[in-house]
């Protein structure tokens, strides 16, 4: 079966705070790619990292890193020094490589309180 | 540069009505189209996904369709909305297998 589990529902932090949003995913698949989206009160899904299953690099991105580790089955996210406008649900995805459907996590709601 | 438009943002529908929701993508040639639907604090469940002009195809069975009448338009249609059908709709494109969604504004539904 191939799933993504975002067991974390809500998180709240603190301005400045780091905070880790945790992703976990599940396929026989080789080759597949993991995603994560951000949806802000707008409702607009936006684009934050594509990551192949070759490529088990830490990226950076500003205040934004991701953790892939395959033995795991892990693609965390961390935001550091949190930001009021972090606040959105961030969704966590898989695609298997040769298919059109991405799989989707439950998505985690982050409160960033000033 | 790639855009993609839907519309309307918010519709309120009596239930027993009809539905018609409009997506289209400019700046793309054959983009892969998608329909999803968010409930309320609730995931992404796909409705739907084409891969060209009349393939559709259908994720869950449903009182929903799907059309593609061109290349870069997609449309999710009901002959009559259940209260169900309530939700936040979504359309998005991609040009490939593994490359990233680009995801429309979305359409707020509220089937009363």
């Known amino acids: 079966a191939q799933k993504v589990t975002q067991a974390q529902t809500e998180i709240s932090v603190v301005e400045k705070e780091d905070v880790t949003l945790d992703c976990v995913y599940e396929t026989r698949d080789t080759t597949y790619y993991l995603f994560w989206y951000k949806q802000p009160p707008s409702g607009e899904l936006v684009f934050l990292i594509r990551?192949?299953?070759?490529?088990?690099q830490n990226e950076i991105s500003g205040r934004y890193s991701w953790n892939f580790q395959k033995s795991t089955s892990s693609f965390n996210f961390t935001i550091t020094a949190s930001q009021v406008v972090d606040s959105a649900v961030y969704f966590c995805a898989l695609v298997p490589s040769g298919t059109y459907k991405y799989i989707f996590g439950t998505g985690t709601r982050l409160k960033v309180l000033a | 540069s790639q855009t993609i438009h839907q519309w309307p943002a918010t519709l309120v529908q009596p239930v027993g009505s009809p539905l018609s929701l409009e997506c289209t993508v400019e700046?793309?040639?054959?983009?892969?189209l998608y329909w999803y639907r968010q409930a309320a604090g609730r995931g992404l469940q796909l409705l739907f996904y084409?891969?060209?002009?009349?393939?559709i195809s259908s994720e869950v069975p449903q009182n929903l369709s799907a059309s593609r009448p061109q290349d870069r338009q997609f449309i999710l249609s009901s002959k009559k909305l259940l209260l169900s059908d309530s939700g936040f709709y979504l359309c998005?494109?991609?040009?490939?297998?593994?490359?990233?969604?680009?995801f429309g504004s979305g359409t707020r539904l509220t089937v009363v």
């Open positions: 084409s891969v060209g002009i009349g393939q």
């Open positions: 990551r192949n299953s070759f490529d088990e």
């Open positions: 998005a494109w991609s040009v490939g297998q593994g490359i990233g969604y680009t």
């Open positions: 700046g793309t040639s054959n983009p892969n």
